[in-house]
């Protein structure tokens, strides 16, 4: 009997086929297959980087290949090589910092990311830690799918980055579902003008029911054909429906008040999403044709992601490499002086990225997928570095991409330190980085350091006292404020269930308000830490 047990739970089991065999080649030191191989009698076909079944002569080829090995899989350990392929390889294609958006395919099942007709979600990330799903009609929802299958709450689904080709492809499958399934109809105001776009399913046994387009940007569910005349109701095709919502959506949007600026599109269609905007402007000219109005707050958002995307648009490389530099926020990134990182990444190897520590020293660093970016100049890069080498003090994360966290540390021209618990103590980790292949640095601004120094000592301390019979938090009004626990505002104990706070001059009283409201305000402290501060 062939052996096909990995040791591995098996993910991604089907139905087996006794006329099918798989086999995996390994690459010696390689994180990814080379290839999965697939058997069917003689016939060999297989899915290697390409991302795609091909005819194949590669297991001919392994005896003569010393770094390769050929080893038997199961169906279901196949599919699980293919997803990892398929995901790592569409992730480091596909998730450029230059993309002016970065485009996912959902699937309900893991195997399926193989074909990308089977996807039933698209989703895109417009900036960091903002997710928008496409629901047709040319309009985007915000979602948190990826963060739910990122997090293993929707576990049995799949997700894998995909090209603007590949989105647009989505889209045109997306909005085809949206003409066949559903009719469309335009209601009209008793002067003839459209007053709304209504959706009913075909179907009548569908459980969503009849949807109303005002020019709001949603859909909302909605009664109206049941209400008003048949003379007031057309039925139009799925073309004319988007027409009239974006001009249903141009309508409104004439009646705000005050418009801080103007987001300028392309075409009329185009305003059903306002990401597609091309320029913000104060007041509009005859050369533009098609705006929209949006508050000051709309405007400056919009602006800030349209400055980020313009600078991607004219990047270009320098010395073999592409520079970014790293803020805070989308809003930040209109000013390179607010940077507080530069990065770059090389052109012949896009998976690779440093980090600025000094003139003539780049780190290793994380792809900054989670960070707001800005694409730029040597002439930005030469005075975000030149700040940077003589700031002080630095903040920095060390990581290992095997272990997880390393260190803490806080940088000054004489000094480097990790953080402890809720000080800093002398420390060589940079020294030490040469000869730790899997670390990689990341340096954060002030802010983002106290988070994680918080959330260090929190984890610490939560496990050095789990066992403690009665559990003391101090509660404070920051999170900067408990690296001095003088500064707690609230002392709290738990006692199984029992949850009390300290007042003077009553001592410990039933608590008016659960721990869990003040979470991201808590740190775990000793009791004797307690007697202190109540004492």
């Known amino acids: 009997m062939r052996d096909t047990n990995w040791g591995l739970r098996d993910y991604y089991a089907a139905d087996e086929d006794p006329n099918v065999r798989y086999l995996v080649i390994l690459v010696e030191g390689e994180r990814l297959p080379h290839a999965v191989v697939r058997l069917t009698g003689t016939t060999e076909d297989a899915f290697t980087h390409n991302l795609m079944w091909e005819p194949s002569n590669l297991l001919s080829r392994v005896p003569d290949e010393p770094q390769w090995t050929a080893r038997e899989a199961a169906v279901g350990y196949a599919n699980g090589f293919l997803v990892q392929m398929v995901r790592e390889i569409s992730a480091a294609t596909h998730e450029s ?39 047709g009609h040319n309009r985007w929802e915000e979602t948190d ?45 008793a002067d003839g003008t459209p007053y709304s776009v209504v959706v009913a399913a075909k179907d009548p046994q569908r459980q969503t029911g009849t949807q109303e387009f005002t020019g709001d940007g949603k859909f909302r569910p909605t009664e109206v054909l049941d209400k008003v005349s048949a003379s007031s109701i057309q039925e139009i095709d799925f073309d004319s429906a988007v027409r009239i919502m974006a001009d249903l959506v141009r309508q409104r949007s004439a009646e705000r008040e005050a418009p801080g600026a103007y987001a ?24 533009h044709e098609i705006v929209l ?9 919009l602006a800030a992601r ?83 080498a003589t700031a002080e003090p630095r903040y920095f994360e060390l990581r290992c991409r095997e272990r997880g966290p390393v260190a803490l540390v806080r940088l000054t021209a004489t000094a480097e330190e990790s953080a402890l618990d809720l000080g800093w103590e002398p420390s060589d980790v940079f020294a030490r980085l040469p000869r730790e292949p899997t670390w990689y640095v990341t340096e954060v601004d002030e ?35 408990a690296f001095d626990l003088a500064e707690a505002q609230l002392v709290m104990r738990q006692r199984g269930a029992v949850e009390e706070m300290f007042v003077r001059p009553d001592g410990w009283v039933t608590a008016d308000r659960p721990l869990t409201e003040f979470t991201v305000r808590h740190l775990p402290i000793s009791p004797d830490e307690a007697e202190r501060l109540t004492g």
Do not use: C
């Open 97 to 135: 910092e230059l993309s002016d958006h970065k485009y996912y395919a959902v699937f309900k099942h893991t195997e399926d990311v193989v074909d990308l007709s089977k996807a039933y979600l698209l989703i895109r990330r417009p900036q960091p830690y903002r997710e928008e799903k496409y629901a």
């Open 145 to 189: 799918k990826l963060y739910r299958l990122d997090s293993g709450r929707d576990w049995t689904e799949e997700y894998i980055a995909i090209s603007e080709a590949g989105a647009q492809f989505l889209r045109q499958r997306i909005d085809a579902n949206w003409a066949a399934l559903w009719r469309h109809h335009v209601v009209f105001f």
């Open 264 to 287: 300028v599109f392309h075409h009329p269609t185009d305003v059903l999403d306002p990401e597609s905007a091309y320029a913000i402007v104060r007041e509009p000219g005859p050369e």
């Open 293 to 301: 109005p949006l508050s000051s707050m709309e405007s400056e958002r």
């Open 306 to 388: 349209l400055h980020v995307r313009n600078a991607k648009r004219r990047a270009a490389a320098v010395g073999g490499h592409q520079h970014f530099a790293v803020f805070e926020s989308a809003r930040a990134t209109t000013d390179v002086n607010n940077a507080y990182s530069a990065i770059r990444r090389t052109t012949d190897e896009p998976g690779r990225w440093e980090m600025f520590l000094r003139p003539g020293e780049w780190l290793p660093t994380a792809s900054p997928q989670n960070e707001h970016t800005l694409a730029i100049s040597q002439a930005d890069l030469d005075r975000i570095t030149g700040r940077l």
């Open 447 to 481: 802010r983002g350091m106290v988070g994680r120094r918080f959330w260090s000592a929190t984890l610490r301390r939560g496990v050095a006292h789990r066992n403690d019979e009665i559990q003391y938090f101090a509660i404070f009004p920051t999170q900067s404020a």
